[in-house]
Protein backbone atom coordinates (compact mmCIF):
# COMPACT_ATOMS: atom_id res chain seq x y z
CA UNK A 1 0.00 0.00 0.00
CA UNK A 2 2.67 2.51 0.61
CA UNK A 3 4.60 1.51 -2.58
CA UNK A 4 1.54 2.74 -4.04
CA UNK A 5 0.57 5.55 -2.52
CA UNK A 6 4.41 6.68 -3.36
CA UNK A 7 3.80 6.18 -6.74
CA UNK A 8 1.37 7.74 -7.08
CA UNK A 9 2.95 10.96 -5.33
CA UNK A 10 5.82 10.74 -7.93
CA UNK A 11 2.81 10.47 -10.64
CA UNK A 12 1.46 13.68 -9.32
CA UNK A 13 4.84 15.34 -8.85
CA UNK A 14 5.37 14.39 -12.58
CA UNK A 15 2.55 16.47 -13.44
CA UNK A 16 2.47 19.19 -11.82
CA UNK A 17 6.08 20.07 -12.44
CA UNK A 18 5.62 20.59 -15.64
CA UNK A 19 2.03 22.17 -15.83
CA UNK A 20 4.06 24.38 -12.81
CA UNK A 21 6.21 25.47 -15.70
CA UNK A 22 3.48 26.73 -17.89
CA UNK A 23 1.98 28.72 -15.99
CA UNK A 24 4.61 29.83 -14.15
CA UNK A 25 4.49 33.39 -13.71
CA UNK A 26 1.38 35.33 -13.40
CA UNK A 27 2.77 37.68 -10.69
CA UNK A 28 5.43 40.36 -11.37
CA UNK A 29 8.75 38.90 -10.53
CA UNK A 30 11.53 40.87 -8.16
CA UNK A 31 15.18 40.69 -9.02
CA UNK A 32 17.73 41.71 -6.10
CA UNK A 33 20.91 43.34 -7.14
CA UNK A 34 23.23 43.74 -4.20
CA UNK A 35 24.40 46.89 -5.23
CA UNK A 36 23.56 50.44 -5.53
CA UNK A 37 22.00 51.48 -9.02
CA UNK A 38 24.85 51.97 -11.42
CA UNK A 39 27.63 49.91 -12.60
CA UNK A 40 28.22 46.33 -13.80
CA UNK A 41 25.82 44.64 -11.62
CA UNK A 42 22.95 47.15 -13.15
CA UNK A 43 24.37 46.83 -16.30
CA UNK A 44 24.00 42.95 -16.18
CA UNK A 45 20.62 42.97 -14.59
CA UNK A 46 18.70 45.51 -15.89
CA UNK A 47 18.78 44.61 -19.96
CA UNK A 48 18.32 40.82 -19.36
CA UNK A 49 15.61 41.42 -16.92
CA UNK A 50 13.69 43.89 -19.46
CA UNK A 51 14.60 40.69 -22.51
CA UNK A 52 13.14 38.07 -19.46
CA UNK A 53 9.99 40.40 -18.83
CA UNK A 54 8.72 40.11 -22.41
CA UNK A 55 9.97 36.35 -22.69
CA UNK A 56 7.68 35.67 -19.53
CA UNK A 57 5.00 38.24 -20.50
CA UNK A 58 5.57 39.47 -16.52
CA UNK A 59 7.09 42.71 -15.19
CA UNK A 60 10.53 42.11 -13.62
CA UNK A 61 10.92 44.86 -10.82
CA UNK A 62 15.13 45.24 -10.48
CA UNK A 63 15.67 46.03 -6.82
CA UNK A 64 19.52 47.36 -5.51
CA UNK A 65 20.39 46.41 -1.95
CA UNK A 66 23.53 47.17 -1.45
CA UNK A 67 25.67 47.21 1.50
CA UNK A 68 27.69 44.74 3.71
CA UNK A 69 29.56 43.63 1.16
CA UNK A 70 26.84 42.07 -0.85
CA UNK A 71 26.03 40.31 1.94
CA UNK A 72 22.63 42.11 2.58
CA UNK A 73 20.76 41.84 -0.80
CA UNK A 74 22.06 38.04 -0.62
CA UNK A 75 20.37 37.89 3.02
CA UNK A 76 16.82 39.10 1.70
CA UNK A 77 17.05 36.39 -1.51
CA UNK A 78 18.00 33.59 0.40
CA UNK A 79 15.02 34.32 3.44
CA UNK A 80 12.81 34.53 0.35
CA UNK A 81 10.14 32.03 -0.69
CA UNK A 82 11.47 29.57 -3.47
CA UNK A 83 8.52 29.95 -5.31
CA UNK A 84 10.12 31.98 -8.11
CA UNK A 85 8.84 35.19 -7.86
CA UNK A 86 12.35 36.32 -6.10
CA UNK A 87 15.86 36.28 -8.16
CA UNK A 88 18.97 37.09 -7.37
CA UNK A 89 21.85 38.63 -9.27
CA UNK A 90 24.49 36.70 -7.50
CA UNK A 91 28.19 38.35 -8.24
CA UNK A 92 31.16 36.68 -7.88
CA UNK A 93 32.14 38.27 -4.36
CA UNK A 94 29.22 36.05 -2.63
CA UNK A 95 31.01 33.13 -2.50
CA UNK A 96 33.39 35.53 -0.30
CA UNK A 97 31.12 36.55 2.15
CA UNK A 98 32.25 33.99 4.84
CA UNK A 99 36.13 34.99 4.32
CA UNK A 100 35.13 38.81 4.86
CA UNK A 101 31.96 39.06 6.99
CA UNK A 102 31.44 37.85 10.52
CA UNK A 103 28.17 35.56 10.90
CA UNK A 104 26.95 35.52 7.85
CA UNK A 105 23.45 34.61 7.97
CA UNK A 106 23.12 32.07 5.03
CA UNK A 107 25.24 29.74 3.75
CA UNK A 108 26.62 31.18 -0.17
CA UNK A 109 26.16 27.93 -1.79
CA UNK A 110 23.87 25.71 -0.05
CA UNK A 111 20.98 28.31 0.57
CA UNK A 112 20.82 29.13 -2.94
CA UNK A 113 19.95 28.28 -6.14
CA UNK A 114 21.58 28.64 -9.20
CA UNK A 115 19.90 29.35 -12.45
CA UNK A 116 21.72 30.35 -15.14
CA UNK A 117 25.11 32.05 -16.09
CA UNK A 118 25.26 35.59 -17.37
CA UNK A 119 28.48 37.40 -17.79
CA UNK A 120 32.28 37.72 -16.34
CA UNK A 121 34.39 40.84 -16.20
CA UNK A 122 37.53 42.22 -14.50
CA UNK A 123 38.19 45.00 -12.27
CA UNK A 124 40.16 47.89 -13.61
CA UNK A 125 42.54 49.78 -10.85
CA UNK A 126 42.06 53.51 -11.29
CA UNK A 127 43.03 57.22 -9.69
CA UNK A 128 42.49 60.33 -10.50
CA UNK A 129 45.21 62.24 -12.34
CA UNK A 130 46.32 64.81 -9.61
CA UNK A 131 47.78 61.67 -7.82
CA UNK A 132 51.55 61.70 -8.03
CA UNK A 133 51.53 58.72 -10.03
CA UNK A 134 50.10 57.49 -13.62
CA UNK A 135 51.31 53.73 -13.53
CA UNK A 136 50.49 50.54 -11.66
CA UNK A 137 54.58 50.80 -11.28
CA UNK A 138 54.25 53.96 -9.80
CA UNK A 139 51.55 53.47 -7.73
CA UNK A 140 53.17 50.21 -6.17
CA UNK A 141 56.04 52.70 -5.78
CA UNK A 142 54.31 55.28 -3.91
CA UNK A 143 52.74 52.83 -1.70
CA UNK A 144 56.73 51.12 -0.73
CA UNK A 145 57.98 55.04 -0.26
CA UNK A 146 54.41 55.36 2.04
CA UNK A 147 53.49 52.74 4.34
CA UNK A 148 49.72 52.69 5.20
CA UNK A 149 49.51 56.12 3.67
CA UNK A 150 47.81 54.97 -0.14
CA UNK A 151 44.01 55.12 0.23
CA UNK A 152 42.18 52.03 -2.20
CA UNK A 153 37.86 52.08 -2.21
CA UNK A 154 36.12 48.66 -2.78
CA UNK A 155 32.79 47.94 -3.59
CA UNK A 156 32.97 43.96 -2.90
CA UNK A 157 34.93 41.03 -2.16
CA UNK A 158 36.33 40.58 -5.07
CA UNK A 159 37.34 43.59 -5.43
CA UNK A 160 38.92 43.68 -1.87
CA UNK A 161 40.53 40.55 -2.99
CA UNK A 162 42.08 42.51 -6.38
CA UNK A 163 44.08 44.56 -3.51
CA UNK A 164 44.77 42.09 -1.11
CA UNK A 165 46.33 40.29 -3.39
CA UNK A 166 48.30 43.04 -5.04
CA UNK A 167 49.40 43.97 -1.65
CA UNK A 168 50.20 40.27 -1.25
CA UNK A 169 52.47 39.57 -4.32
CA UNK A 170 53.91 43.46 -4.42
CA UNK A 171 55.15 42.78 -0.73
CA UNK A 172 53.14 46.78 -0.29
CA UNK A 173 50.99 48.27 2.44
CA UNK A 174 47.70 49.89 0.77
CA UNK A 175 44.51 51.02 3.38
CA UNK A 176 41.18 50.02 2.20
CA UNK A 177 37.84 51.54 2.39
CA UNK A 178 34.52 49.96 2.11
CA UNK A 179 32.03 51.69 -0.44
CA UNK A 180 28.17 50.60 -0.64
CA UNK A 181 28.67 51.32 -4.31
CA UNK A 182 30.91 51.82 -7.13
CA UNK A 183 28.91 56.15 -7.83
CA UNK A 184 30.20 56.87 -4.37
CA UNK A 185 33.97 55.58 -4.95
CA UNK A 186 34.13 56.93 -8.32
CA UNK A 187 33.34 60.24 -7.29
CA UNK A 188 35.22 60.42 -4.40
CA UNK A 189 38.04 59.17 -6.36
CA UNK A 190 38.05 62.17 -8.78
CA UNK A 191 37.28 64.88 -6.85
CA UNK A 192 40.49 63.28 -4.74
CA UNK A 193 38.98 62.14 -1.96
CA UNK A 194 40.86 59.16 -1.55
CA UNK A 195 43.96 57.92 -4.08
CA UNK A 196 42.30 55.20 -6.06
CA UNK A 197 39.63 52.52 -6.17
CA UNK A 198 38.96 49.05 -7.84
CA UNK A 199 35.51 48.82 -8.98
CA UNK A 200 34.33 47.13 -12.79
CA UNK A 201 35.01 48.76 -15.98
CA UNK A 202 31.04 50.12 -16.92
CA UNK A 203 31.35 52.09 -13.31
CA UNK A 204 33.60 54.23 -14.65
CA UNK A 205 33.38 54.40 -18.02
CA UNK A 206 32.11 57.81 -18.32
CA UNK A 207 34.97 58.81 -15.91
CA UNK A 208 37.70 57.40 -18.09
CA UNK A 209 36.31 58.95 -20.97
CA UNK A 210 36.05 62.45 -19.76
CA UNK A 211 39.66 61.49 -18.44
CA UNK A 212 38.61 62.47 -15.08
CA UNK A 213 39.84 59.07 -13.82
CA UNK A 214 42.81 57.57 -14.58
CA UNK A 215 42.78 53.58 -14.80
CA UNK A 216 46.30 52.04 -14.59
CA UNK A 217 45.30 48.46 -14.48
CA UNK A 218 42.76 45.56 -15.70
CA UNK A 219 42.87 42.65 -12.85
CA UNK A 220 41.59 40.09 -15.70
CA UNK A 221 44.20 37.42 -17.78
CA UNK A 222 44.13 40.29 -20.88
CA UNK A 223 43.16 43.61 -21.79
CA UNK A 224 40.16 45.03 -22.60
CA UNK A 225 38.79 45.92 -26.02
CA UNK A 226 36.98 48.99 -24.10
CA UNK A 227 40.29 50.05 -22.72
CA UNK A 228 42.81 48.74 -25.06
CA UNK A 229 45.82 50.83 -24.05
CA UNK A 230 45.53 49.69 -20.30
CA UNK A 231 47.71 46.69 -19.46
CA UNK A 232 46.67 44.07 -17.18
CA UNK A 233 48.04 44.08 -14.06
CA UNK A 234 50.59 40.86 -15.26
CA UNK A 235 51.97 42.97 -17.23
CA UNK A 236 51.50 46.12 -15.59
CA UNK A 237 53.64 45.00 -12.35
CA UNK A 238 54.93 42.09 -13.83
CA UNK A 239 53.26 39.45 -11.64
CA UNK A 240 52.53 36.36 -14.49
CA UNK A 241 50.37 34.99 -11.50
CA UNK A 242 48.19 37.38 -10.90
CA UNK A 243 45.01 37.39 -12.66
CA UNK A 244 41.21 37.61 -11.15
CA UNK A 245 38.15 38.92 -12.25
CA UNK A 246 34.23 38.41 -11.61
CA UNK A 247 30.96 36.67 -12.76
CA UNK A 248 27.49 36.87 -12.34
CA UNK A 249 25.20 34.31 -11.97
CA UNK A 250 21.06 34.20 -12.02
CA UNK A 251 19.92 32.83 -8.81
CA UNK A 252 17.59 32.18 -6.40
CA UNK A 253 16.24 30.83 -3.18
CA UNK A 254 17.21 27.03 -2.37
CA UNK A 255 14.78 24.24 -2.96
CA UNK A 256 12.86 25.87 -6.24
CA UNK A 257 11.10 23.79 -8.04
CA UNK A 258 13.06 22.38 -11.11
CA UNK A 259 10.55 23.27 -13.67
CA UNK A 260 10.76 26.79 -12.43
CA UNK A 261 14.60 26.87 -12.49
CA UNK A 262 14.15 25.01 -16.09
CA UNK A 263 11.86 27.74 -17.77
CA UNK A 264 14.23 30.63 -16.40
CA UNK A 265 17.40 28.83 -17.89
CA UNK A 266 16.07 28.46 -21.81
CA UNK A 267 14.83 31.87 -21.67
CA UNK A 268 18.43 33.47 -20.30
CA UNK A 269 19.77 31.07 -22.83
CA UNK A 270 18.04 32.91 -25.73
CA UNK A 271 18.23 36.07 -24.13
CA UNK A 272 22.26 36.04 -23.67
CA UNK A 273 22.59 35.20 -27.53
CA UNK A 274 20.55 38.08 -28.73
CA UNK A 275 23.00 40.60 -30.78
CA UNK A 276 21.67 43.91 -28.85
CA UNK A 277 22.28 41.81 -25.59
CA UNK A 278 26.03 40.64 -26.67
CA UNK A 279 26.86 44.34 -27.83
CA UNK A 280 25.63 45.44 -24.53
CA UNK A 281 27.29 43.30 -22.24
CA UNK A 282 30.34 43.71 -24.42
CA UNK A 283 30.48 47.97 -24.52
CA UNK A 284 30.49 47.63 -20.79
CA UNK A 285 33.67 45.11 -20.68
CA UNK A 286 32.08 41.81 -20.15
CA UNK A 287 31.95 38.76 -21.51
CA UNK A 288 28.47 37.40 -21.96
CA UNK A 289 28.81 33.50 -20.85
CA UNK A 290 28.96 31.04 -23.56
CA UNK A 291 27.21 28.10 -21.22
CA UNK A 292 24.39 29.60 -19.34
CA UNK A 293 23.17 26.05 -18.55
CA UNK A 294 22.78 26.06 -14.52
CA UNK A 295 24.76 22.67 -14.24
CA UNK A 296 28.03 25.10 -14.88
CA UNK A 297 26.42 28.36 -12.69
CA UNK A 298 26.04 25.45 -9.91
CA UNK A 299 29.70 24.21 -10.20
CA UNK A 300 30.88 27.57 -11.28
CA UNK A 301 29.84 28.98 -7.72
CA UNK A 302 31.40 25.90 -6.00
CA UNK A 303 34.74 25.86 -8.12
CA UNK A 304 35.06 29.79 -7.30
CA UNK A 305 34.36 29.76 -3.78
CA UNK A 306 37.14 27.27 -3.21
CA UNK A 307 39.50 28.95 -5.64
CA UNK A 308 38.53 32.21 -4.34
CA UNK A 309 39.03 31.34 -1.11
CA UNK A 310 42.26 30.20 -1.20
CA UNK A 311 43.43 33.25 -2.76
CA UNK A 312 41.85 34.98 0.51
CA UNK A 313 43.68 32.17 2.69
CA UNK A 314 47.08 33.74 0.66
CA UNK A 315 46.29 36.97 1.17
CA UNK A 316 45.74 36.69 4.85
CA UNK A 317 42.21 38.34 4.73
CA UNK A 318 39.96 37.29 7.75
CA UNK A 319 36.28 38.19 8.55
CA UNK A 320 35.81 41.88 9.80
Known amino acids: MRNVIALLVLAGLAFIQPAMAQSYPTKPIRLIVPFPPGGSADATARPIAEKLSAALGQNIVVENRGGALTVLGAELAAKAAPDGYTLFLMPGAHVLSPRLVRNVPFHPVNDFTPIAMLAYVPFAIFTDPKQPFSTLQDMIAYAKANPGKLSIGITDAVGRLCIE ?8 DVTLINYKGAPALATDVAGSQIHGGVITPPSILGFYKDRRLNVL ?89 NRLGKLAEVAGIKPE
Open 217 to 305: AITGPKRLALMPNVPSVAEAAGLPDYSIQTWFALSGPSAMPRAVVDRLQREIQKIIVMPDIRERLGFQGMEPASDTSTATAAATIKSEM
Open 165 to 172: SLKSMAKI
